[in-house]
Nanobody, 124 residues
Framework: QVQLVESGGGLVQAGGSLRLSCAAS????????MGWFRQAPGKEREFVSA????????YYADSVKGRFTVSRDNAKNTVFLQMNSLKPEDTANYYC?????????????????WGQGTQVTVSS
């Protein structure tokens, strides 16, 4: 069983930056693909980014490509999401998730473990 705890959310002005962290425990971190999702009020949860087990392969939603960077530190059991040039439409609760098995994952149902989320609010 993998436990995930996100941190780093907050209130930032448009154009600003935030760095989210997700600390994992209870499993072998290097054996799971890690992903970030977000859910805005009144909307469904959507994929943001994912990183492979080794950290060498990354994938981004079109809406964040070029602004967000995902990375992981397997020695520290932590995955990061660096968010730059933030926009009001990035306002959401951000969740990290872990998926067992080989390969990078993009879909919500492919993830086995979820954190509780951290709120990101971008003011205009």
């Amino acid at each position: 069983q993998v436990q995930l705890v996100e941190s780093g959310g907050g209130l930032v002005q448009a154009g600003g930056s935030l760095r989210l962290s997700c600390a994992a425990s209870g499993g072998t971190f290097s054996n799971v693909c890690m992903g970030w999702f977000r859910q805005a009020p009144g909307k469904e949860r959507e994929f943001v980014s994912a990183v492979s087990r080794s950290g060498t392969v990354t994938y981004y939603a079109d809406s964040v490509k070029g602004r967000f960077t995902v990375s992981r530190d397997n020695a520290k059991n932590t995955v990061f999401l660096q968010m730059n040039s933030l926009k009001p439409e990035d306002t959401a609760n951000y969740y990290c998730a872990a998926a067992r098995g080989i390969g990078i994952r993009f879909r919500e149902y492919e993830y086995d473990y979820w954190g509780q989320g951290t709120q990101v609010t971008v003011s205009s």
